[in-house]
């Protein structure tokens, strides 16, 4: 017997109305009683105690924090303190998500007619689609599911096909949550595999929201499938962001901050620094410092003590980065330091600082590995003057700054470093940074919780961890009529539901 037309994507995930539960030395084997899954209905828990799951959940990953560290940097290749400080960030958000189960607040909103009021209520989406990328193979996971569970969702995972083992490893732990608490273990739903898997969440019908990470490309093929059947997206896409130091910058502060942005996961989160504009009054005392502390970088294992850059994630990753040298070499990219994968068995290559000018083409794209692109720019209003012999283009004002910053087509992160307020709230205003994430003074890697993170642009627009997206709204209006005979007021219940 087969399954009904509309679960008819489970065969296509190799699964059948029965399945055998155990996989031992290479094969699929089962006996002992059959477990039925269901589907569960999560939003009939209240939400405080939906709250209190997910805080069982926080607390589990507190027991098993330096074993889950160290399984993110041996599977993805990042060092082990940001291995750790991944599983770290899904704990704050277990905690975060706690506190939010009892502020799911609606709203009373005044009426324009007599004896009318309207409230505003949110009503839990139903399941929520998270595909995750490699480069954080888990705490994506959190910025979703945390607050997708509390808000009364299911949750269907799909994790990197190149990190199942932490995929595995995550699933586990809150399966035996799930259990402890006799609720269906359908609420939390993985899987390891292939682009089939993302494609079948996108066509789902029954998945209103999918949250996606990944490349440009992809995100907005999954974008368009969604949006062919009237489901709702969050894409966290590619970044492409830079940093503007200024005359009067902290310097010191600044080589740190641009040190560990550039150079941070090897170069590979989507909030790596991957440009950086320097007044021209400091260029060469701030590139002298941060050349020198880019030959100080310790490259080796990640989980060894001490090293500072991991490998890169796969044997492509590293081929990519040679490509891209190449490219950047003839648009007139002149290397700095590093410029040179290394030669041996892992996917080790030097982190890289190239100097450019802005207007060249492979500036505009996200070459995801430790490259950092340097140009200068000055305050004076006169003519933009290029040096294209040795790839320096001057930019003449703070405005042609911001405009190189704006320049590409992803919006994630940006960061400027000054001491002047003026500078900050242009920066900060509708005439600055056009990404979603604006900063003053620290890098542009890195995000608190508690804000909603995501970008403008090609980055995709979506909005995760601080937000209410895993909720739908409904109005609900009711007109209260008085009647006399019992001297009370007897509500008659006008409806409309709109969506968020």
Known sequence: MGFAKEYQFLSELGLGPRNPGCYVNGVWRGGGPVVASHNPANN??????????????????????????????LEMGKILPEGIGEIQEIIDMCDYAVGLSRQLNGSIIPSERPNHMMMEVWNP????????????????????????????????????????????????????????????????????????????????????????????????????????????????????????????????????????????????????????????????????????????????????????????????SKKNFEKGLEVIKSQGGKILVGGAAIESEGHFVQPTIVEICPGAPIIKEELFGPVLYVMKFQLLDVYRDFDLSQGLCFVQSLKEAIEINNSVPQGLSSSIFTRKPEVIFKWLGPHGSDCGIVNVNIPTNGAEIGGAFGGEKATGGGREAGNRHHFDSSRTEINYLRDHWFGEWWPSREVTYEGQ
């Open 44 to 73: 009939q828990i209240p939400a405080p105690k939906r709250g209190d799951i997910v805080r069982q959940i926080g607390d589990a990953l507190r027991a098993k924090l330096q074993q889950l560290g160290r399984l993110v940097s």
């Open 125 to 316: 989406l139903g399941i929520v689609g998270v595909i995750t990328a490699f480069n954080f193979p888990c705490a994506v996971l959190g910025w979703n599911a945390c607050i997708a569970l509390v808000c009364g969702n299911c949750v269907v995972w799909k994790g990197a096909p190149t990190t199942p083992l932490i995929t595995i490893a995550m699933t586990e732990l809150v399966a035996e949550v799930l259990e402890k608490n006799n609720l269906p273990g359908a609420i939390f739903t993985s899987f390891c595999g292939g682009s089939e898997i993302g494609e079948a969440i996108a066509h789902d019908k029954r998945i209103p929201l999918v949250s996606f990470t990944g490349s440009t490309k992809v995100g907005l093929k999954v974008q368009q499938t969604v949006n062919e059947r009237f489901g709702k997206c969050l894409l966290e896409l590619s970044g492409n962001n830079a940093i503007i130091i200024m005359d009067d910058a902290d310097i010191q502060l600044a080589v740190r901050s641009v040190l560990f942005a550039a150079v941070g996961t090897a170069g590979q989160r989507c909030t790596t620094c991957r440009r950086l504009l320097l007044h021209e009054s400091i260029y060469q005392t701030f590139l002298d410092q941060l050349v020198g502390v880019y030959k100080q970088v310790k490259i080796g294992d990640p989980l060894e003590k001490g090293t500072l850059m991991g490998p890169l994630h796969t044997a492509a």
